[in-house]
C-alpha cells in the first residue's frame, strides 16, 4: 500500500466517552474527518465542545473509544503502546496554551528533549537539529536562557522549536494564542504560517476567528459533533 497517498489523517465514527461517577460523558459523539497533507485546519467551538479531547486523540495521546482513526495509513487501534509512540514521535509536533516547557531546562535543553526518546540519533545532531529549530523561530540569541528568564512570547517560540525540531508532518496546536497579548499572538501565527507554507500540516484549536481565518478550512464543533 502507498501510505504517502493517503490522507495524513482518516477519522471515522470516531467516539471517546469519559465515564465519571456512572454518569457517561461523550467529549467526541461521531467524528468522521479527512485532512490531506499540507492542510491547515482551524478548530472552533464553544468551550467543553471536545476540541482538546480531540487533538489528544489525533496526537495519540489519548485513544477513542470506538470508531477508527488512521494517521499516515496506519490503523492506530492495530498497534501498540510502543508503536503509537513511535509514530507519534516520527510524525507529530505539539503546541500548547500554557507552553509546557521544563523550567530546570534552558531553551535549547528544552527543544532537543524529544530526541531524547529517539534511538540513533547522535548528540551532536541532536544540538545542530535544536540550534536549526531556534534559528527558526527567531530564538537563537536566547538559546541558553531559562523558561523563567524569557517572555511568554519567546517561551511560546522555543515551545514551537520543540514541536518543529524532529521534523513532524503533522503540528498540532490548542489554542497556541490563548496566553498571549494580541501582537505577540499575532507573532506566533505568522510563525504556524510560515510552518505551514514549508508544507507541515497543522491543525490547530483556536477560540480568536481572526485567527482562525489564516486557516484553510475552519471546522466547527458542538457537543462532539462536526457542525
Ligand atoms: N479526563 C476527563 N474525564 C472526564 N471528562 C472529561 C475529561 N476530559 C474532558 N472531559 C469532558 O469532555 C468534554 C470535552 O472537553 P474538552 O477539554 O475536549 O473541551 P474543549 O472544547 O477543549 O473546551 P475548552 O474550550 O474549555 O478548552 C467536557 O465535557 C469535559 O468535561
Ligand atoms: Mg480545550
Same mark, same amino acid.
Given at each position: 500500500?502507498? +501510505?504517502?497517498?493517503?490522507?495524513l489523517?482518516?477519522?471515522?465514527?470516531?467516539?471517546?466517552?469519559?465515564?465519571? =461517577?456512572?454518569?457517561? &460523558?461523550?467529549?467526541?459523539?461521531?467524528?468522521?474527518?479527512e485532512?490531506?497533507?499540507? /492542510?491547515?485546519?482551524?478548530?472552533?467551538g464553544?468551550?467543553?465542545?471536545?476540541?482538546?479531547?480531540?487533538?489528544?486523540?489525533?496526537?495519540?495521546? =489519548?485513544?477513542?473509544?470506538?470508531?477508527?482513526?488512521?494517521?499516515? %495509513?496506519? $490503523?492506530?487501534?492495530?498497534?501498540?503502546?510502543?508503536?503509537?509512540?513511535?509514530?507519534r514521535?516520527?510524525?507529530i509536533?505539539?503546541?500548547?496554551?500554557?507552553?509546557?516547557?521544563?523550567? /530546570?531546562?534552558?531553551?535549547?535543553?528544552?527543544v532537543?528533549?524529544?530526541?531524547?526518546? !529517539?534511538?540513533?540519533?547522535?548528540?551532536?545532531?541532536?544540538?545542530?537539529?535544536?540550534?536549526?529549530?531556534?534559528?527558526?523561530?527567531?530564538? +537563537?540569541?536566547?538559546?541558553?536562557?531559562?523558561?523563567?528568564?524569557?517572555s511568554?512570547?519567546?517561551?511560546?517560540?522555543?515551545a514551537?522549536? !520543540?514541536?518543529?525540531?524532529?521534523?513532524?508532518?503533522?503540528?498540532?496546536? =490548542? /489554542? $497556541? &494564542?490563548?496566553?498571549?497579548?494580541?501582537e505577540?499572538?499575532?507573532?506566533?501565527?505568522?510563525?504556524?504560517d510560515?510552518?505551514?507554507?514549508?508544507?507541515?500540516?497543522?491543525?490547530?484549536?483556536?477560540?480568536?476567528?481572526?485567527?482562525?481565518?489564516?486557516? %484553510?478550512?475552519?471546522?466547527?464543533?458542538? =457537543?462532539?459533533?462536526?457542525?
Open positions: 500500500m502507498n +501510505t504517502d497517498a493517503a490522507p489523517i482518516e477519522m471515522e465514527n470516531l467516539e471517546r466517552a469519559f465515564t465519571t =461517577d456512572e454518569v457517561i &460523558t461523550y467529549a467526541l459523539a461521531g467524528i468522521a474527518l485532512v490531506r497533507r499540507g /492542510e491547515f485546519v482551524a478548530i472552533e464553544p468551550s467543553g465542545c471536545g476540541k482538546s479531547t480531540l487533538l489528544q486523540v489525533l496526537g495519540l495521546l =489519548d485513544e477513542p473509544t470506538a470508531g477508527s482513526y488512521r494517521l499516515a %495509513g496506519v $490503523p492506530t487501534d492495530e498497534i501498540d503502546r510502543s508503536e503509537q509512540a513511535r509514530l514521535n516520527r510524525e509536533g505539539f503546541v500548547f496554551q500554557s507552553f509546557n516547557l521544563i523550567p /530546570e531546562m534552558t531553551a535549547i535543553e528544552n532537543m528533549l524529544p530526541f531524547m526518546y !529517539r534511538r540513533g540519533v547522535e548528540r551532536s545532531l541532536r544540538r545542530e537539529k535544536a540550534e536549526q529549530a531556534l534559528a527558526e523561530v527567531g530564538m +537563537t540569541p536566547r538559546a541558553d536562557h531559562y523558561p523563567s528568564q524569557l511568554g512570547g519567546q517561551q511560546q517560540r522555543v514551537v522549536a !520543540r514541536a518543529i525540531a524532529g521534523g513532524p508532518s503533522l503540528l498540532l496546536a =490548542d /489554542e $497556541p &494564542t490563548g496566553n498571549l497579548d494580541q505577540t499572538g499575532r507573532e506566533i501565527m505568522d510563525l504556524l510560515a510552518l505551514h507554507e514549508q508544507g507541515t500540516t497543522v491543525v490547530m484549536v483556536t477560540h480568536d476567528p481572526d485567527h482562525a481565518t489564516r486557516a %484553510g478550512r475552519r471546522i466547527r464543533l458542538l =457537543d462532539g459533533r462536526i457542525q
